[in-house]
Nanobody, 120 residues
């Protein structure tokens, strides 16, 4: 059974920082793309950042220059370093990964989400 487990959410003041972590647990062939999405109350889910297996990255315009996504393949973990946080960053952040459970078969996996609350 493969699962993604997130940690690192919480409450911080505007201008502060948080680091989210997401670890893939279980037995699988490979981790391909990983990333973070978020959903604020009353809003649609939006992409925050993704990172490919070759470390190519992609960011939402709203977080460029403030957030950094990285991965540690030895730990099967993706990180999201969030700096200069704003109240509008408040949301549930969910980890995503495309995982090949076998060389010829892969699928999307999602974490349960971690709440990030930024106070003004």
């Amino acid at each position: 059974q493969v699962q993604l487990v997130e940690s690192g959410g919480g409450l911080v003041q505007a201008g502060g920082s948080l680091r989210l972590s997401c670890t893939a647990l279980g037995t699988f062939f490979s981790l391909d793309a990983m990333g973070w999405y978020r959903q604020a109350p009353g809003k649609q889910r939006e992409l925050v950042a993704t990172i490919g297996s070759g470390d190519s990255t992609n960011y939402a315009n709203s977080v460029k220059g403030r957030f950094t996504i990285s991965r540690d393949n030895a730990k099967n973990t993706v990180y999201l370093q969030m700096n200069s946080l704003k109240p509008e960053d408040t949301a549930v952040y969910r980890c995503y990964a495309y995982i090949r459970v076998r060389e010829s078969y892969g699928m999307d996996y999602w974490g349960k989400g971690t709440l990030v609350t930024i106070s003004s």
